[in-house]
């Protein structure tokens, strides 16, 4: 069962409490790609992305920061390092949540002036603790980045922003190292109320990102901590969103886009079955539909293997079939029938959207 946390706004988007475990990315491009940075948060939104996270290294790029915001359909968090004013700036310029790592930011007093914007902009922040970059103090007492020393130091940042009245955070504690995140996130979910926001650092390429993150997240998200997620992966924002989806749908906790069961191939297969596969994978994944769909490579076994699919197609040398729950109720040749299978799947989306 998820662990109920205290319940923070992001702009629109409620995080924590009863609200679903919300899908967010980053950008990758620099700031001065005013359009390219719109366009590519369009794209991520396409794919469910419900939070962007925007760096924002240096004041010169406030005015491009701005005009991004502006448009941005969802959420936007700036990223910041070591400059409290620059954490002050993206509030004004119209960001809806800040993410920091104190630590960068010197004096008590520069985080008291931020929390003081956080205030008077209504904004969340994000206490980003990361073990790259521990609070010397804290890393000394310690000895090493451990997963205690990552809590210890985000426990210490929140009784800043307590005892200056700021209670809007949700709080992160990244490792590049797999066992170290889930027990920095273990451990301080049995000790804070506040919202998590779960992932892996510097995950890497895929596949390599998606396994790690898959583990750390699934792991965590099974025990349920984690109240927004991001896969950080070596690679465009919208093939993290994806993931995060196919993640979160996996585990049965939420799903927006169909689940693709499809058999591993054997002798029975027709030698088309991987073209198709390909062709028809993006035309399924765009239907905003939570259902289970089928593509297996023979109509003899593929049926009774795929019986959990609402929706399935098989495919038999140059013909193919259309079946239900595993029973087959059309046969044609495969143009015709994959023609039928995605007006099908389509009908289902506009149904489903009229239902709802
Ligand atoms: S569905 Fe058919 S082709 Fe696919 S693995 Fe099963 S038997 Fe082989």
Not at 239 to 264: D, N, T
Not at 315 to 335: D, T
Request: charged share 30%.
């Amino acid at each position: 069962m998820r662990k109920l946390t205290k319940e923070i706004k992001v702009g629109n988007v409620g995080i924590g409490g009863n609200n679903p475990v919300r899908v967010q990315t980053m950008n990758s491009l620099p700031l001065r790609l005013v359009e390219e940075n719109i366009e590519q948060i369009i794209k991520t939104v396409e794919y469910g992305n419900e939070i962007i996270r925007l760096a924002l290294p240096d004041f010169d790029q406030i005015s491009y920061f701005k005009a991004i915001t502006k448009h941005s359909p969802i959420p936007v968090i700036a990223d910041i390092h070591f400059h409290h004013k620059l954490a002050i700036e993206a509030l004004k310029a119209g960001a809806n949540a800040i993410r920091i790592n104190p630590g960068n930011f010197g004096s008590k007093k520069n985080l008291e002036e931020i929390i003081k914007a956080l205030k008077d902009y209504n904004a969340a922040v994000r206490i980003g603790v990361n073990s790259g970059s521990l609070d010397k103090n804290i890393l000394k007492k310690h000895g090493k980045r451990s997963y205690v020393a990552l809590v210890e130091s985000a426990l210490e940042y929140i009784k800043i922003f307590e005892d200056n009245d700021f209670f809007n955070l949700k709080v992160s504690l990244k490792s590049s190292d797999v066992r170290t995140t889930i027990e920095a996130y273990r451990e301080f979910s049995k000790r804070s109320e506040y919202p998590l926001h779960i992932g892996v650092t510097e995950a890497g390429p895929i596949p390599e990102g998606i396994i790690k993150s898959s583990v750390a997240l699934g792991n965590l998200l099974m025990e349920g901590i984690g109240d927004t997620i991001r896969i950080s992966l070596t690679a465009p924002p919208e093939e993290e969103v994806k993931v995060c989806w196919e993640l979160l749908g996996a585990l049965g906790i939420r799903r927006k886009f169909p689940e693709i069961i499809s058999c591993p191939l054997c002798g029975r297969a027709t030698i088309n079955f991987e073209k198709r596969l390909k062709e028809m994978i993006p035309e399924i994944k765009k239907r905003k539909l939570p259902i289970k769909v089928a593509i297996m490579g023979c109509e003899v076994n593929g049926p009774g293997e795929a019986k959990e699919a609402e929706l399935g197609i098989a495919f038999s040398q140059g013909v193919a079939f259309l079946f239900k729950k595993g029973v087959i109720y059309k046969r044609g040749n495969e143009e015709d029938i994959i023609k039928e299978f995605l007006k099908t799947l389509k009908k289902m989306e506009d149904e489903r959207s009229t239902v709802l």
